[in-house]
């Protein structure tokens, strides 16, 4: 198709488009820790679930995420790269109002994969637009701007769901969606109307899509609903496991045969890749994990407001704006397995830290922990990128990015819902220990509860009411004793880590031309959406 309009945009529609795209690719990465903080108040409201059952909506979008990121490069190259865009942003704003107006957990977690959907198409496509239009002097500009713009909704986005479930109502996260995302795509239309493009047809892999889709949504329904259906005492879960086990053989088979495979497993035999892959998967589904968790947690056990838990996260940004902005210098200086070293270590002491409380914590004391928390998560994602991208060139640099995203959204989705295993399998058995203990079974010396009860009685309660009053502390520990198990469990997931990444091979800096230098950035900064 001719080029219509082949001039790149300047002056003021160049600034405004920075400042839409921009704003979209916020909007779209908030919405995954924005709906974490609220998920107690969306399942509250839905008929008849309970808070476990919230955590669906959030790993069943970032699955949905992953697969927008398959189907977004197809897309761009069949129909032109703004025109997806615009259609994404306005199939964006319908699903949000499809999730603002739902009333059942189903239907809600439907039109949250279908949102993701849209939201997998959108990052990768709105930085390919925006990036276009940089004159080749700026582009390193862009590509470092890109990146400060996707490390913020992680942290500000919790802050952000909080006030609106606690000032204006959950649904409204979804409601203010919708003006900022058609006004996003009137205003891409509007700037790059007439634009024509090179059309290709590039051949789908649809039967490795579907399987892939039929995979992971398997898994994550069963990691999703094990917990409440009893695992595979549920038919429903049978089902999904039937359906994994059939479908992940064929899925290996065809794409290891297919030249335009949907998930290019071939990159796996470079060894850098691989290593990087696997530090970058299980150290998010520890992160994602653990801060999502944790998030929902300190509501029903600490009590805090969904303000002041998001407020949590701001202190995060603290250490991991400056750190973010020096971290992409220093992989140029330094081996990046040393920097993934001292990090993954870093994570683990914090981590620790966290997982040693024993009993409810003040705003400060749980704010220091996280702070340093966002300086290791700053320096989590450019190091594995570098260490992805070590020895890659050409078309492979993109599509290794993509695949390197996708795998990691999806290892955050199975993480928020194993951690919940964690915790749902480690209270019974801590509060199991602490009766013990507190009744005076295990120590007769230490009859705990008839010192409660001596205490209380003056004060107006009844022996069967400061029972009571007892069971629900022990419910509480022992639920914040769970929580510190999972954060034990992760800091020795990093510590295993931290000596895995020794297995990769030294990374060198190359002298590249300024086009393989840009596509080298553009992958780098894909790779560390979060």
Known sequence: MPLIDPRPLRGWRFLLLNIVLSLGNVLVLSNVPGYTVLSPYAAGNLQGVTPSFGTWATTDHMMGIALGFVIARWLAARFGDYRVLVAAYVFYAAMSLSCAMSDTIYFFVA??????LAGGAIIPVGQSVLLGEYPENLRTFGVGLWG??????FMAGTYLGGWYSEFLGWRYLFYSNIPVTLLAAGVVGSLLYGRGYQRRFPRFDFVGFFLLAAILLGLQTIFNMGNDFDWFHSPILVGALIVVVLALPCFIIW???ERHPALDMRLFARRNYTIATICSVAGFFVIQGSL???VTQIQLLLGYSSSLAGGVYLSMLLL??????IVHELCKRVDVRLICFLNFLGFAVTLTWLGLFDKTASFD???WPMTFLGFSLAMFFAPLANLAMDGLQGSQLIRAAEEFVLLRTVAGGFGIALQGVVIFRRTPYHALDLSD???GRRFSELDLLTQLSDKLEPLGFTPRMATSQAGRFLQQEAALLALNDAFLLGAAVFVGLAAVVWLARATHPLRLTAAEELKQLTAQELMEQI
């Open 437 to 439: 203990q507190f009744s």
């Open 255 to 257: 794409e290891l045969g």
């Open 365 to 367: 004391q749980v704010a």
């Open 292 to 294: 999502s968790i944790f």
């Open 111 to 116: 039109s949250r994969i279908l949102l993701g």
């Open 148 to 153: 400060v713009l996707s490390m913020m909704p």
């Open 320 to 325: 991991s704006v400056p750190s973010a902005a």
